[in-house]
Structure formats: structure tokens, C-alpha cells
């Protein structure tokens, strides 16, 4: 069986977010995996492991990012929870890829693993921490033409039938979904609990290989992706304006007006 996850190298959700040119700015020092894609990880390992034996050797977990330099570290923490192989797609042409355009970079990372040997099912988290749009899986599985099964509380597989069944909780119902593989599959992060790294997998991943693919690797037309593909761009950003001092008003039996008058100073009624 053959597994490609999807991770992404998000800032620190407790640094102070930056922006330069209407993007994130991404500094090594403050950002991580981002961890609902260590369930992703997670996700793809029990999959293997699973496996008959014959069928566990056989198989491969590959851990494929679009990013500059930096999201090397998501992809040694990838390592460093087990998988195989890392890919990087980064190329100048891709800054300022949208949800559009960074789809397209990975379907298209995701067509040349194909064309080196099938790959049965495409893993992601539920979302990316630095963006929270939770709409890269199911663009991901209509641009490859493959089922989605997104927000998966439960992951089973039937290898035999070559068949990936999953439950997900909508509103205040629950589902259950199957499909035939090959597919995409983007997990909850109620699914599983990440392993922690052993000594043994963390050394190994500082001196694992990550390959480096450009756009013209992938034959991506210029026009669909970075800031030239983005349906969308960032005029302005600023920080947030501090709150206002908290009123306090002392109830001496006008109370109620002094409310009246609050709500009616500020245009609340």
C-alpha cells in the first residue's frame, strides 16, 4: 500500500502572527508541523501497520509538503514519527499560492508519485492552524478525480476489497462512508493520538533525505499558481486595535439608566 500525507509547516499559534506583502511571514524559529497534520501522520501509519506482514514490507508512507526551505521541519517531524520518504515542493512561482493554486502544486506532486507507483489513498488533517479553511482535501480529491471522505472520526480499511470505510459526526448526526480506493482522506483530530517520537526515529530523521521539486518538475503552468493563479489577495493587514477601557458603572439605583444610556451612546438599539 502506498500513502502520501499532506503536512504543513504553520507559525507558532502563540507567536504574534506578521504579515509582509500581504502574506505570513514564516520564521523557522517560531512555526512547527502543524499538528492537526500529525494525526494525518498517524493516520496513515496504522494503516500500515495493519497490513499482513507481506503487505506491511511492501509499503510506503511518503510525507509531501508545498513550502520554501523551512517546512523542512515538518517534514523531519514526519520523520521522526516514521514515514519513509519526504518530498518538498518549492519554487519562487508558488508565493503567494491560495487554496486554488496550492491544490493544484499538490495534485500535481501527487501524479508524479503515481507515475512512479500507485498511490492507494492521499491523508491530510482537517485543517491548517495558520488558515483554519478546512477546504484543501475535498479541492484536493476533485482536482485527482478520487472519492473524498473528509472529517474522519473512524478510519477502517478492508485491504482485500480495496475499500476505505470511515464515520464522521455532522450536527447532531453521525455518518458512515465507504469508498473505493484509491481516495482522499482527510482525518479529525478526534481520530487518534500521535505518537511520540523514540530517540532512535528523531536522530535517523535529522539526516534523512528530503527531495526538492520545482514547478517545472511538475509542469505547472505559472498562471495557476502563487499570487498570479490566487483568485483572491490581502490588501491590507494590521493589528487589532486594542479594546476599549471596561466601563464600570456602579448600580446606586440608576442603574438601569445608565445602561439605557450606554446602549443608546453606542447605536446598540
Partial sequence: MRIVVLVKYVPDIASDRRFADGRVVRDP????LNEL??????????????LPEDQREASEVVALTVAPAPGDLALRKAYQMGVDRAVRVTDDALAGSDYFGTTTALAAAVRRLE??????????????????????????????GRPGLTFAKTVELDAAAGTLTVTREVDDAAETLRAPLPAVLSVADSANTPRLPN?????????????????????????????????????????RPPRAEVELVVDKGEGGKALADFLIRNDLV
Fill in 29 to 32: 524559529s517560531e512555526g512547527s
Fill in 37 to 50: 497534520d500529525e494525526n494525518a501522520v498517524e493516520a496513515a501509519l496504522r494503516l500500515v501497520e495493519q
Fill in 115 to 144: 507515475a512512479e507507483a500507485p498511490v492507494d489513498l492521499v491523508i491530510t488533517g482537517m485543517a491548517a492552524l495558520d488558515g483554519l479553511g478546512s477546504v484543501v482535501p475535498a479541492l484536493l480529491a476533485a482536482e485527482l
Fill in 199 to 239: 530517540f532512535r526515529l528523531i536522530m535517523a530523521a535529522r539526516t534523512k533525505p528530503i527531495e526538492e521539486w520545482t514547478a517545472a518538475d511538475l509542469a505547472l503552468d505559472p498562471a495557476a499558481v502563487g499570487a498570479a493563479g490566487a483568485r483572491s489577495r490581502t490588501l491590507r493587514a494590521a493589528p
